[in-house]
């Protein structure tokens, strides 16, 4: 075990969900034992961190560099009425001891630097020094934290993920209270509500909805289980239960962040009955065939119904066609493309996506069009400024 993370649970400053635990594993048929020698230095930030807090728990490994940035929890982004941009950490991350370095940074076993001249010259003082610690020394073996090499939690969702039958599922699904309580294997709401993703993503909606209940049964007061089950009940069809479930999440969602207000809003438009383009066209995906029909569903139903009537996320429209471009399925793409391009015509970002898929199908003038308009939109656009230099029209 060497990191504990806790995603922030209430508006309270102590608040937080059930932790996380992350751990090194050995894995594989041949491991290398022998002496490693890891640098760091102040740049080292977010997952390098993370290397670095479980490579120093290993007894072969010794730090050598600076103290890294001490920036490790991840961030979200949102602007202020002035325009400026702030960015702000929703979890805690410490190590198995339960310490923070968050705004510390993960101190070397051995510290040494590179000055100005060094850098001036091009010279690697800490990369020279590694080296000649690696020849030369006699890097015996230490032992880290010991404390840690008997604290290998795992997670009750990485076992129902790897699970492979309803049967099994149900076995863990039966001893979840004994795991909470009297065990190493832990769960937390958010991994559980994950893996019920995954299992409903590989056409598995049963053991989903299986985790999923036990998701909300273990942890009442969190949103992303009932939400989670409720979007799974909804691609099925069970509209009532879903209905159900989207309205428990709304009860107990904090909305304190963004994804959490997006929740609440998706909750709100399923209760409204409010036709959510994007779902229907998602749930057809796999069936070219299927849809097509769909999608010419979808625009003469837009060009009749009232805007208040259906809702439109056009990011998650932009993922759709991205998702058929990787499927090898250009002319689909090109249509949903066109689609949300009409749908938001204000977007500079769907006439950059529109014009990708455009450059893929050899279409060179529209594409130029739709990277022209985009940048019309956002002047700050490089990567339409970039495509349009590339292929001579800028």
Same mark, same amino acid.
């Given at each position: 075990l060497y990191l504990i993370t806790h995603?922030?649970?209430?508006?309270?400053?102590?608040?937080?969900?059930?932790?996380?635990?992350?751990?090194?594993?050995?894995?594989?048929?041949?491991?290398?034992?022998?002496?490693?020698? !890891?640098?760091?230095?102040?740049?080292?930030? /977010?997952?390098?961190?993370n290397l670095a807090l479980a490579m120093r728990t290993l007894p072969n490994v010794t730090v050598v560099g600076e103290t890294t940035c001490g920036v490790m929890a991840d961030v979200y982004g949102f602007q202020l009425p002035n325009g400026w941009f702030v960015h702000c950490a929703y979890k805690l991350f410490t190590d198995h001891k339960g310490f923070c370095w968050e705004g510390i940074g993960i101190p070397p076993d051995l510290r040494i630097t590179n000055s100005a001249e060094d850098i001036k010259n091009g010279r690697d003082r800490v990369l020279e020094f590694a080296l000649d610690l690696a020849h030369n020394a006699n890097l015996s073996p230490r032992e880290r934290a010991p404390e840690s090499a008997t604290e290998t939690h795992r997670s009750l969702a990485d076992d129902l993920r790897a699970a492979t039958s309803t049967a099994q599922i149900e076995r863990l699904i039966s001893r979840a209270d004994q795991f909470q309580h009297d065990s190493l294997i832990y769960l937390n709401p958010y991994e559980l509500a994950v893996a019920g993703e995954d299992l409903a993503h590989l056409g598995r909606v049963d053991d989903a909805i299986i985790v999923l209940t036990q998701d909300t049964a273990s942890f009442p007061s969190h949103w992303r289980g009932h939400f989670t089950l409720g979007n799974v009940l909804l691609d099925r069809? $069970?509209?009532?239960?879903?209905?159900?479930?989207f309205s428990r999440s709304m009860d107990v969602n904090p909305l304190l962040f963004p994804?959490?207000?997006?929740?609440?809003?998706?909750?709100?438009?399923?209760?409204?009955?409010?036709?959510?383009?994007? @779902?229907? !066209?998602?749930?057809?995906?796999?069936?070219?065939?299927?849809?097509? @029909?769909?999608?010419?569903?979808?625009?003469?139903?837009?060009?009749?119904?009232?805007?208040?009537?259906?809702?439109? $996320?056009?990011?998650?429209?932009?993922?759709?066609?991205? /998702?058929?471009?990787? @499927? $090898?399925?250009?002319? $689909?793409?090109?249509?949903?493309?066109?689609?949300?391009?009409?749908?938001?015509?204000?977007?500079?970002?769907?006439?950059? /996506?529109?014009?990708?898929?455009?450059?893929?199908?050899?279409?060179?003038?529209?594409?130029?069009?739709?990277?022209?308009?985009?940048?019309? !939109?956002?002047?700050?656009?490089?990567?339409?400024?970039?495509? !349009?230099?590339?292929?001579?029209?800028?």
């Open positions: 995603r922030k649970g209430g508006a309270a400053r102590d608040v937080f969900d059930p932790p996380r635990y992350w751990s090194v594993r050995p894995d594989g048929q041949y491991r290398f034992t022998g002496p490693v020698i !890891l640098l760091t230095h102040r740049f080292s930030i /977010s997952a390098a961190e069809g $069970d509209t009532a239960n879903a209905k159900r479930a994804w959490q207000r997006d929740a609440y809003k998706t909750a709100e438009r399923v209760l409204d009955d409010i036709v959510m383009i994007e @779902r229907i !066209l998602e749930r057809f995906v796999d069936d070219s065939e299927e849809f097509e @029909r769909m999608l010419d569903w979808a625009q003469a139903y837009v060009d009749t119904a009232n805007d208040d009537q259906y809702h439109v $996320d056009t990011e998650r429209m932009n993922d759709l066609g991205y /998702s058929l471009l990787r @499927r $090898d399925r250009l002319s $689909d793409a090109l249509r949903l493309f066109e689609f949300n391009t009409t749908l938001f015509p204000d977007s500079w970002n769907t006439f950059d /996506s529109y014009g990708e898929a455009l450059l893929q199908a050899a279409d060179t003038t529209q594409a130029v069009t739709m990277y022209e308009r985009s940048l019309e !939109l956002n002047p700050y656009n490089g990567n339409a400024r970039a495509v !349009l230099e590339k292929i001579g029209k800028r």
